[in-house]
């Protein structure tokens, strides 16, 4: 991802710096240099850390960007896969609560808005995407009922 960015920051300085670019490039490395460089930055930082993506434990679940849940909350777990295209597919945990209101009163206003999204899209309450675990959905649902044996887990 890193990489990625720098190559798109690269274009978008090359088409910027250009002559006689025509008006939709020039809008794209204009808009393309800023996002693609805070992307950079962004995922650069995340390399550097080397913080867990997701913590479990006797007690419960740490997500980096969605908290923590203690195992009582949890109402189950699942696979899910998504097919945004006729030729690839995304995976993930999908957790469900058993009160996503109390959830979402102690979580922050972006995570809040991106939940309620994704239960509007038919989603569960909380995604996570096999891509940042480090480790297969199956594998941590795994881990999951080492460290909670009642978890129930929905095919």
Known sequence: MVVGSVIFVAIGVWVVSSDDVPLVPLVAGIVGIPMFSAAGVFFLGRLIRRRPELVLSDAGLV????????????????VFVQRPSAGS???????????????????????RLMVKAN????YGDLNLAESMLGASAEEVIRAMRRHYPELVVVP
């Open 63 to 78: 997500h980096r960007q969605s908290g923590s849940l203690a195992w009582h909350e949890v109402a189950h777990a699942r």
């Open 89 to 111: 597919k995304v995976r993930y945990v999908q957790i469900g609560l058993r009160d996503p209101q109390a959830y979402y009163a102690r979580s922050s206003w972006w995570l």
């Open 119 to 122: 239960n509007k899209l038919g």
